[in-house]
């Protein structure tokens, strides 16, 4: 078993009798869907789920789980997802896929947020290692940026797979990947983020995550988030 699968079968372990349960997206999620399914197949454990994405929804079908509609919930107890980026204060940035609303809704919809990395997703601060995924309606992009800019952001629209054109999310928006000075930090990143108008979300995850479970050399780390 990989560091990856191990977080997910701790996660998986953590979900009781009864839970409505989000589902992520990405590698680490599709892990934790894994052990999820399993669970529910070999120890009889009673779930529900949501998903963030649609690709999440398909697989957590295919093992068996029952799936509700997002507009079919008013509460979730548990969102379990990957991160790109985890800062010292558990700040996150996530976003690498392109359903950034959906996953910002359930972690901030859910009782508990339980974040999965690989001790590689650890990081100083946010953006060290990838630009900032920011969703923008696609009629603003040019007035988004442009406001980005004028706060010392650099990138640009980011392009689709085949490089043809450009990316567009789960909800019909393009998405602009942006850096930003080492100065200014996530808070506060994040508020600009928040008032901007045009912005439909961002990959700032900042005071959300409750835990993280942290996978390295075959153990398995726990950090709690401050405030709890
Ligand atoms: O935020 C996400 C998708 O929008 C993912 O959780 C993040 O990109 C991590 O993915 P992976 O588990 O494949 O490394």
Redesign the pocket.
Known sequence: MND?ERIAQHAANQVADGMLVGL???????CFIEELAQRSREQGLKVTTVS??IASAIKAQQLGLPVLGFDQVSHVDLYV????EVSPELTLL???????VR?KLLATASKQFLV??ESN?LVERIGQHFAIPIEVMPFAWQLVKKQLEAIGGQGDLRQNANKNGYAISSHGSLILDMRFAEHIDAEALNDILNSIPGIVEH?IFYALATTVLIGVNGQVQERQAANL
Not at 24 to 30: D, E, K, P, W
Not at 94 to 100: F, N, P, S, V
């Open positions: 990856k992520g997206t990405g590698s680490t999620a599709n963030s994405s997802d990957g991160a790109d996530k976003g690498q896929g392109a359903d950034l996953e999965l990395v997703k990959g």
